[in-house]
């Protein structure tokens, strides 16, 4: 389960997204990836932004979320090339 495989891991070795991604919420796993690539595109870092929002998009999209979809298929759009 998501809480025991939480609990054997170190909290230092361990990144949120990898928390998230043990879970089974596609949601907060796109909501992660999302906020990622808004940090890495403020940051100028625009080919890592893209890649963080298309694993969003993606799992928003499995989810079914259509309006968080949009949204990061929005950012991805004005994603300098």
Do not use: M, N
């Amino acid at each position: 389960s998501w809480t025991r495989s939480r609990a054997l891991k170190p909290a230092k070795d361990t990144s949120l997204l990898e928390i998230i991604d043990d879970s089974d919420y596609l949601g907060w796993q796109a909501e992660g990836r999302e906020v990622r690539g808004r940090v890495l595109d403020a940051a100028g870092r625009h080919d890592e932004a893209r890649a963080a929002f298309g694993e969003a998009l993606e799992r928003f999209e499995r989810k079914g979320d259509r309006p968080c979809a949009e949204r990061v298929g929005g950012r991805l759009a004005s994603l300098p090339s």
